[in-house]
């Protein structure tokens, strides 16, 4: 009943705007209209990792570091505690008569775009390289964002930037992503069709062009895919200034009036920029219909009415979230929980971690270890509590008797030192020595924004920079034992004999530094896993700007990684194994049915852990355009010491299922097998500290 009266307020307001209105409407800053009680509203908001621009908030570790956790079900936590306080910052706005940029309710996250080159500065902002991964975990998010009421969203997601859209960033505005329809379909849509089928609000479109087309402009992605083959009923907002880009960049119209009917004609509802205001002269000309303007702007008041925009204030489910929801007490501890999950320890010899009694004197060195933008990546909201590293560990030995907690920054982030200030023989009596290095947001990050970037916010090389990796060369020479933390949103490649532990942090949120502290010292076995492989090198990388997927990522590469996707080792060891009836339940699998995959699982340490069971699917053998294996399930488990636990998975038969030449899902007959283990099955897994995987074969009829 609510729906019919709904959409029937919708169609009157339309009715009743001049055609100069209705255009208002559709840009990002649609301004009111107070004859017909249609209150200002601006569009574009931000909450990547916790919500942006707008003060403070809490800010939650980067997405790429949520992706890590494995962990659905905490990262839809997560994403309801970005919501609440959303709510909490618009109800203020509300009172307070601010209704400007980024204290909406319509938020441009998440990125599911795969992270298919390390190089890419905005990699972070994604959920890995996997698109079962990047489609569950972006999921997650969306529903976190959009809550559970029947009536009206919480807040408003919006999947983007669709599509195949992940760099070069000095080329984003001009190039024109050549894909085949087997890559299309079977790595850089499946994310993206995740969301759209479970009701994700809006999609964004990228400035690039996919195959000859501006993806805010393509009838292709929009009309035959988006809109005809998923049949997304939300509204389509295109990247800031993409359409404006068409003529101006891409070249492909002569005029705004023309660029912007193109782009409404496609099915872009909202412009982000300044091209929709020519829609007026475009109507008059003939190069849109006013029906097609009217199309747009029911689905932008729809989604407007789905936020409870129009509803009296009574009716409101989260009229009570307010300034005491900002930053409280369990969002804060949830950031650090999140911390917690996301870091990922990748070596440890000789358990030199976690660190114990054995070591009284300690010596913090390297230019991330005081740096809060290490905490930071992209798009995030301020904190008044930053806790970098050293903050953490000075925090943490305060409390222990005999530790001695000396600090050097040693080495700048940006560049190398002057020669004369090269100072080494540092470690002297120390026992230990940490070195926080690595990457911050000024030096990978969004075109415009990583300001000590040579690449506009790409890398042009994945190892770590070379002054910084010197410097650590000269530290690591004298001998003491070593730990290297690294701070960053994307792989980084270092020699595997440059330290005796290595702990990935990523942009660990606000609480980072603490969750950094207690994982040394052990009072928090590291758990996180990489949702992205790190290649050995820059070598072993395709040219940046092919987006072919042969030879990226684990599924395409053939050579050994420095380490795998799915990878991290934790404080305890876990072992693998067949359950009595053996893996799977069946030898044989048909179009339609399933088969279920049953594994024990051993925690074979003296301390309790959380392990990802990853379940991965591969053709025995591969053809030659095949994955050479896919994840398929995963799920994240607590297990006590000595404890076991048998798992059940259920996979369909589309798991098994092909993308051939067409882009078309094909289930075809032949061997396959099933590989259950806590990596990516890759070569070297096993010998960089992976639990044995098990597998088993079945026949595809």
Same mark, same amino acid.
């Given at each position: 009943?609510?729906?019919?009266?709904?959409?029937?307020?919708?169609?009157?307001?339309?009715?009743?705007?001049?055609?100069?209105?209705?255009?208002?409407?559709?840009?990002?800053?649609?301004?009111?209209?107070?004859?017909?009680?249609?209150?200002?509203?601006?569009?574009?908001?931000?909450?990547?990792?916790?919500?942006?621009?707008?003060?403070?908030?809490?800010?939650?570790?980067?997405?790429?570091?949520?992706?890590?956790?494995?962990?659905?079900?905490?990262?839809?936590?997560?994403?309801?505690?970005?919501?609440?306080?959303?709510?909490?910052?618009?109800?203020?706005?509300?009172?307070?008569?601010?209704?400007?940029?980024?204290?909406?309710?319509?938020?441009?996250?998440?990125?599911?775009?795969?992270?298919?080159?390390?190089?890419?500065?905005?990699?972070?902002?994604?959920?890995?390289?996997?698109?079962?991964?990047?489609?569950?975990?972006?999921?997650?998010?969306?529903?976190?964002?959009?809550?559970?009421?029947?009536?009206?969203?919480?807040?408003?997601?919006?999947?983007?930037?669709?599509?195949?859209?992940?760099?070069?960033?000095?080329?984003?505005?001009?190039?024109?992503?050549?894909?085949?329809?087997?890559?299309?379909?079977?790595?850089?849509?499946?994310?993206?069709?995740?969301?759209?089928?479970?009701?994700?609000?809006?999609?964004?479109?990228?400035?690039?062009?996919?195959?000859?087309?501006?993806?805010?402009?393509?009838?292709?992605?929009?009309?035959?895919?988006?809109?005809?083959?998923?049949?997304?009923?939300?509204?389509?907002?295109?990247?800031?200034?993409?359409?404006?880009?068409?003529?101006?960049?891409?070249?492909?119209?002569?005029?705004?009036?023309?660029?912007?009917?193109?782009?409404?004609?496609?099915?872009?509802?909202?412009?982000?920029?300044?091209?929709?205001?020519?829609?007026?002269?475009?109507?008059?000309?003939?190069?849109?219909?006013?029906?097609?303007?009217?199309?747009?702007?029911?689905?932008?008041?729809?989604?407007?009415?789905?936020?409870?925009?129009?509803?009296?204030?009574?009716?409101?489910?989260?009229?009570?979230?307010?300034?005491?929801?900002?930053?409280?007490?369990?969002?804060?501890?949830?950031?650090?929980?999140?911390?917690?999950?996301?870091?990922?320890?990748?070596?440890?010899?000789?358990?030199?971690?976690?660190?114990?009694?054995?070591?009284?004197?300690?010596?913090?060195?390297?230019?991330?270890?005081?740096?809060?933008?290490?905490?930071?990546?992209?798009?995030?909201?301020?904190?008044?509590?930053?806790?970098?590293?050293?903050?953490?560990?000075?925090?943490?030995?305060?409390?222990?008797?005999?530790?001695?907690?000396?600090?050097?920054?040693?080495?700048?982030?940006?560049?190398?030192?002057?020669?004369?200030?090269?100072?080494?023989?540092?470690?002297?009596?120390?026992?230990?020595?940490?070195?926080?290095?690595?990457?911050?947001?000024?030096?990978?990050?969004?075109?415009?924004?990583?300001?000590?970037?040579?690449?506009?916010?790409?890398?042009?090389?994945?190892?770590?920079?070379?002054?910084?990796?010197?410097?650590?060369?000269?530290?690591?020479?004298?001998?003491?034992?070593?730990?290297?933390?690294?701070?960053?949103?994307?792989?980084?490649?270092?020699?595997?004999?440059?330290?005796?532990?290595?702990?990935?942090?990523?942009?660990?949120?606000?609480?980072?530094?603490?969750?950094?502290?207690?994982?040394?010292?052990?009072?928090?076995?590291?758990?996180?896993?990489?949702?992205?492989?790190?290649?050995?090198?820059?070598?072993?990388?395709?040219?940046?700007?092919?987006?072919?997927?042969?030879?990226?990522?684990?599924?395409?590469?053939?050579?050994?990684?420095?380490?795998?996707?799915?990878?991290?080792?934790?404080?305890?060891?876990?072992?693998?194994?067949?359950?009595?009836?053996?893996?799977?339940?069946?030898?044989?699998?048909?179009?339609?049915?399933?088969?279920?995959?049953?594994?024990?699982?051993?925690?074979?340490?003296?301390?309790? *852990?959380?392990?990802? =069971?990853? +379940?991965?699917? &591969?053709?025995?053998? %591969? /053809?030659?355009?095949?994955?050479? $294996? #896919?994840?398929?399930?995963?799920?994240?488990?607590?297990?006590?010491?000595?404890?076991?636990?048998?798992?059940?998975?259920?996979?369909?038969?589309?798991?098994?299922?092909?993308?051939?030449?067409?882009?078309?899902?094909?289930?075809?007959? *032949?061997?396959?097998? =099933?590989? +259950?283990?806590? &990596?990516?099955?890759? %070569? /070297?897994?096993?010998?960089?500290? $992976? #639990?044995?995987?098990?597998?088993?074969?079945?026949?595809?009829?």
């Amino acid at each position: 009943m609510y729906q019919e009266v709904r959409e029937s307020a919708i169609k009157a307001l339309v009715s009743n705007m001049t055609l100069e209105e209705k255009v208002s409407q559709l840009s990002y800053t649609s301004p009111a209209i107070e004859r017909l009680g249609i209150p200002a509203y601006n569009w574009w908001n931000e909450c990547l990792h916790g919500v942006a621009r707008s003060g403070s908030a809490t800010v939650f570790p980067q997405a790429i570091a949520l992706a890590a956790t494995f962990d659905e079900g905490f990262v839809r936590k997560v994403a309801g505690a970005i919501s609440d306080e959303a709510r909490a910052k618009y109800n203020e706005a509300l009172q307070q008569g601010n209704r400007g940029q980024y204290w909406g309710l319509t938020f441009w996250t998440p990125n599911i775009n795969i992270f298919r080159d390390p190089r890419w500065g905005r990699g972070q902002e994604t959920y890995g390289e996997d698109p079962c991964l990047t489609g569950r975990i972006g999921l997650a998010f969306m529903k976190g964002l959009q809550g559970d009421d029947p009536k009206t969203l919480k807040t408003a997601a919006c999947a983007k930037h669709f599509a195949v859209h992940s760099g070069p960033e000095n080329q984003r505005h001009t190039f024109d992503a050549q894909v085949s329809k087997k890559d299309l379909f079977e790595t850089y849509l499946p994310a993206f069709k995740v969301l759209v089928e479970n009701g994700v609000e809006a999609v964004m479109g990228a400035y690039n062009r996919t195959l000859g087309e501006p993806c805010c402009g393509s009838t292709y992605l929009l009309q035959d895919i988006l809109r005809g083959r998923w049949g997304f009923k939300g509204h389509v907002v295109s990247d800031c200034w993409a359409i404006r880009d068409f003529h101006e960049h891409h070249r492909l119209t002569a005029s705004p009036e023309e660029s912007a009917a193109k782009a409404l004609n496609a099915g872009c509802d909202l412009n982000c920029g300044c091209t929709y205001p020519y829609l007026t002269v475009a109507c008059k000309q003939g190069l849109v219909s006013e029906a097609a303007i009217d199309a747009a702007l029911t689905r932008l008041l729809r989604t407007r009415f789905k936020l409870g925009m129009f509803d009296p204030p009574e009716q409101d489910p989260y009229r009570n979230l307010g300034r005491q929801t900002i930053r409280c007490e369990k969002h804060r501890a949830l950031a650090l929980e999140a911390a917690y999950k996301s870091i990922v320890l990748l070596k440890n010899d000789k358990q030199l971690l976690p660190l114990d009694d054995r070591f009284k004197k300690i010596l913090l060195l390297g230019p991330g270890a005081a740096n809060p933008h290490t905490l930071l990546g992209n798009y995030y909201g301020l904190s008044p509590r930053l806790v970098t590293i050293l903050e953490g560990l000075a925090e943490k030995v305060q409390g222990r008797y005999g530790i001695n907690l000396e600090y050097r920054q040693g080495c700048l982030q940006y560049e190398a030192n002057h020669p004369s200030n090269l100072m080494f023989g540092e470690a002297g009596d120390k026992d230990v020595i940490i070195a926080v290095f690595g990457l911050d947001g000024a030096m990978e990050g969004e075109e415009g924004d990583a300001i000590a970037s040579d690449s506009n916010g790409d890398r042009d090389a994945i190892e770590l920079p070379p002054w910084q990796l010197a410097y650590l060369r000269k530290i690591r020479s004298e001998g003491k034992p070593l730990v290297l933390v690294l701070t960053g949103g994307s792989p980084i490649a270092v020699p595997e004999d440059i330290a005796d532990a290595i702990l990935f942090a990523w942009y660990p949120g606000e609480q980072g530094g603490t969750a950094v502290a207690d994982i040394l010292f052990g009072d928090r076995s590291p758990s996180g896993k990489l949702p992205v492989t790190f290649p050995a090198s820059t070598a072993q990388l395709p040219p940046y700007d092919d987006y072919a997927m042969q030879g990226r990522t684990y599924r395409y590469m053939r050579e050994p990684p420095l380490y795998p996707f799915g990878f991290g080792l934790s404080y305890t060891s876990f072992r693998f194994d067949s359950a009595g009836g053996g893996l799977l339940s069946a030898k044989e699998l048909r179009a339609g049915d399933s088969v279920k995959v049953t594994v024990q699982v051993r925690n074979t340490g003296e301390r309790d *852990g959380e392990v990802v =069971v990853q +379940v991965y699917v &591969a053709k025995d053998p %591969p /053809g030659p355009e095949d994955p050479l $294996a #896919s994840l398929r399930e995963f799920d994240r488990l607590f297990i006590h010491a000595g404890e076991i636990l048998l798992i059940h998975f259920e996979l369909p038969s589309s798991a098994f299922e092909t993308v051939d030449a067409e882009g078309r899902s094909v289930l075809l007959p *032949g061997s396959y097998k =099933v590989i +259950v283990g806590d &990596a990516a099955p890759v %070569p /070297g897994a096993v010998e960089k500290g $992976a #639990s044995s995987p098990v597998s088993a074969r079945i026949t595809v009829c």
